[in-house]
């Protein structure tokens, strides 16, 4: 057997946050997924993940002229200079301070990056040059009062138009030049949104938060260029905010995007006129992120709080790319018999099922209320998936008509932590969190058979035999039971075969493809291999170390004498049966050789700096005298929220 993965795609979420950008040509779609980066082939309609990741959430992305080099910031000013066409990071980089806009000058020579107050400009890498260091810092400019959170380049990449939380924006200069002043551009009442040249480069377009657009002039005739202001308008869709907005200079159209998830799309043509032509209700959060292709047809939206990630071609007003993530984490995965399909459950409630192949989502099922612990295909024809959930109910979805089928609940109300349908699909079992038992159901009618009574805890893990009819139940209470299902006429309760005591609590388990396999996963980090004719203790994999995680924020222990993540929480075996692959709350998964019972392979999912546990040490520059993570203080100025880290108090009265 091969272990020489690589990773292909990121299912369960397509837009975390930051700008996406399109490519050159306009065919794909680059979204920022926490550090990584998923590439949309609009045409192909076709996902894929470029193999490389960022340090931490993503929160900018430029990509140059040519479409050959890529520049991901994230939100603590790692930067990443990858190849796209060879899919290679050629440089990691990181800038003093967190950069607040990004983007590459049409000639694709240089990339300008502003953090706090200052603008630097930086010479790209260029791709038939041979250099140690490909980033050279051209030049530094600062002059301005507050931090700059927008800038454009000129059509002939000699200026820089850069917006500033001064509520001004101002035209400076790429190389000193003979008779240039810098010359400021004021009247707005709230920081802008949007800067951004015309195309001939005589004119530029600022747009603010509260919908004020200036159209601004140039006049070169004299000795110095001097700037004004043509025409001023307003725009206003029920007192809404200005939150996102891209302009394309060819064609004069600008799109806003508005904290109440309505997209505004105006023709600026003419200088003097702004006039209406769509709008449209795409989201109830505001849009993160607005992108214009170069041609001008199609316009991306992002939404950071939904996961949502849009493409919609405003001439025909149809939508090109219509893609939902989850809102919340991600619970339970599992794998269609065929490998065509992957369905996901999630903390929002939801069930999603995506294309293997393509990395498309193109089905959602909402039906439950409470967060989805568990998801499983029918094995026998794979025409529905169960997905168990807190809210008490088994729901089954047809996957042809895409409808929720059947129902199943049990006798009172109780929240169902595992799942697990025979071989034949006919039987379904769910084990509860609060009282250890096991419901089992007809898939066919949905009546309840039998209840199955004999934990002593939550039953955290189910699994019936590939070949007979033995189901596995892991529990809370230490121990590992196995039942007889299909025994026919009996009390309820009974049918229990055998009981396998553990060395502490049950988190998952597992059949060999053969049936005669049966893994446990215990809290204490260990793997326990028993045969399931005789319920022998087979061997014990000790995973402990392999599976140690980092430090979260509110640990008040280190990472080395911390339980918490030291464990594995779901197993599955191979095909052949020789490999086992483990994962837990863990960035690492592992790949034991079940004979040897040794780690054959151990790969790192992730090193995102924005999730909690990534690292071994916290930093001590982000804990208070008192112990406490600045992370968990509310309110922090370091956030990048609608207030500029400002929260407001509720007056008496």
Not at 343 to 371: C, I
Not at 623 to 642: K, N, P, Q, R, Y
């Amino acid at each position: 057997m091969k272990f020489g993965f690589e990773l292909s795609n990121v299912f369960g979420s397509v837009y975390t946050g930051g700008h996406v950008v399109f490519t050159n040509d306009g065919n794909s779609l680059l979204s920022p997924v926490g550090n990584r980066i998923a590439v949309f082939d609009l045409v192909q309609n076709r996902g894929s993940a470029l193999p490389f990741q960022c340090r931490s959430n993503i929160a900018h992305l430029a990509l140059s002229p040519d479409n050959v080099t890529l520049l991901a910031i994230d939100v603590e000013g790692h930067a990443v200079i990858c190849n796209v066409v060879r899919k290679v990071a050629m440089q990691h980089f990181r800038f003093s301070s967190r950069v607040r806009a990004v983007s590459f000058s049409p000639c694709g020579k240089m990339f300008a990056v502003s953090h706090e107050r200052v603008v630097q400009i930086w010479r790209a890498p260029v791709a038939r040059e041979k250099s140690i260091l490909p980033l050279k810092l051209h030049r530094e400019i600062a002059g301005v009062t507050d931090d700059v959170v927008s800038l454009s380049w000129s059509p002939d990449s000699r200026f820089l138009l850069v917006g500033s939380k001064d509520l001004t924006a101002k035209v400076i200069s790429a190389d000193p030049e003979d008779g240039f002043l810098p010359c400021t551009l004021a009247g707005h009442r709230e920081r802008p949104v949007l800067v951004s040249f015309t195309q001939d480069g005589d004119g530029a377009v600022t747009l603010s938060r509260d919908g004020a657009v200036a159209m601004w002039g140039c006049d070169r005739s004299g000795s110095t260029v001097r700037w004004y202001r043509v025409a001023r308008h307003f725009i206003d869709h029920k007192h809404s905010r200005v939150s996102a907005a891209a302009f394309h200079a060819r064609s004069g159209l600008l799109v806003c995007g508005l904290a109440s998830g309505v997209f505004l799309l105006y023709d600026i043509s003419d200088p003097n006129t702004l006039s209406h032509v769509q709008t449209l209700s795409i989201s109830h959060e505001s849009l993160s992120t607005v992108a214009i292709s170069p041609s001008g047809e199609w316009m991306a939206f992002g939404c950071a709080a939904l996961g949502q990630l849009l493409v919609w071609e405003w001439q025909s007003e149809t939508y090109v790319l219509k893609q939902q993530g989850h809102a919340l984490g991600v619970t339970a995965v599992a794998y269609s018999g065929d490998g065509q399909l992957i369905a996901t459950g999630g903390e929002d409630a939801k069930v999603k099922l995506w294309n293997a192949s393509s990395g498309y989502a193109f089905v959602t099922f909402a039906q439950h209320r409470a967060p989805v612990s568990a998801v499983v295909f029918v094995p026998s024809h794979g025409q529905a998936v169960l997905s168990a959930s807190l809210d008490g109910t088994v729901r089954a979805f047809d996957l042809v008509r895409y409808r929720n089928f059947r129902t199943m609940v049990a006798p009172r109300a109780v929240q169902f932590a595992s799942l697990a349908v025979d071989a034949g699909g006919e039987v379904v079992c769910a084990g509860t969190q609060d009282d250890g038992e096991i419901c089992v159901w007809s898939l066919q009618t949905g009546q309840l058979l039998d209840i199955l009574s004999g934990h002593n805890g939550p039953v955290s893990a189910l699994a019936f035999s590939p070949t007979t009819d033995a189901l596995a139940s892991g529990s809370w209470d230490a121990t590992v039971r196995l039942w007889r299902v299909f025994a026919g006429e009996r009390s309820r309760g009974e049918g229990m075969e055998e009981t396998l005591s553990h060395s502490g609590e049950v988190l998952a388990v597992a059949f060999r493809p053969d049936g005669r396999e049966i893994a446990c996963s215990v809290r204490t980090g260990e793997i326990q291999l028993w045969a399931s004719e005789d319920g022998v203790l087979l061997g014990t994999i000790d995973g402990r170390r392999d599976i140690a995680g980092g430090r979260g924020v509110a640990d008040v222990t280190t990472a080395r004498h911390s339980d918490a993540a030291k464990h594995f929480t779901s197993l599955s075996y191979s095909p052949d049966g020789r490999v086992l692959i483990a994962g837990g709350n863990s960035r690492f998964v592992c790949l034991y050789e079940t004979r040897g019972r040794v780690l054959v392979k151990k790969f790192e999912l992730t090193r995102n700096r924005s999730l909690d546990g990534v690292l071994d040490y916290l930093d001590s520059r982000k804990v208070t005298s008192t112990g406490d993570s600045l992370d968990l203080v509310e309110g922090d100025a370091s956030s990048d929220s609608d207030d500029d880290g400002r929260r407001g108090e509720a007056l008496p009265g």
